[in-house]
């Protein structure tokens, strides 16, 4: 995946990690069905809540398991292509993810 190093300053790292569109929705649809097939609100049936109404009600949480997903499938992969001697595990600073967002998560992390 695209990335760029945002900042380095002594030990602490800064990553900014494009994530394509296509791949965003398609995981956020993929999240949305699981969902779909669990929940039950005032009004619904379990499983009968329609799509729109969970992602408005629960998005901020969607992206932030994807963008925990998507970091933890790519961190070493981009660690390891910068050359980068990690010392801690990643935290997610900002995560702009889903329909007509930048699809962008920075990282921070602290280097030997």
């Known amino acids: 995946m695209p990335h760029r190093i945002l ?4 030990c602490v790292v800064e990553l900014e ?3 394509p569109a296509e791949q965003v929705e398609a995981r956020l649809q ?7 097939s669990r929940v039950a609100l005032p009004g619904f049936r379990q499983g009968r809540v329609p799509a729109s109404l969970l992602r408005r009600k629960y998005e901020e ?3 932030h398991d994807l963008a925990v997903d998507l ?3 790519q961190f070493k992969a981009i660690v390891e292509a910068e050359k980068i001697s990690v010392f801690s595990a990643p935290w997610i600073v900002s ?3 889903g329909l007509g967002k930048r699809n962008t998560i920075v990282i921070r992390f602290e280097e030997y």
Request: proline share 0%; net charge negative; aromatic share 0%.
């Open 7 to 10: 900042k380095r300053e002594s």
């Open 17 to 19: 990690v494009a994530i």
């Open 30 to 36: 993929r999240q949305l069905t699981q969902l779909q």
């Open 61 to 63: 949480d969607l992206t």
């Open 71 to 73: 970091v933890n499938e």
């Open 95 to 97: 995560a702009e993810l």
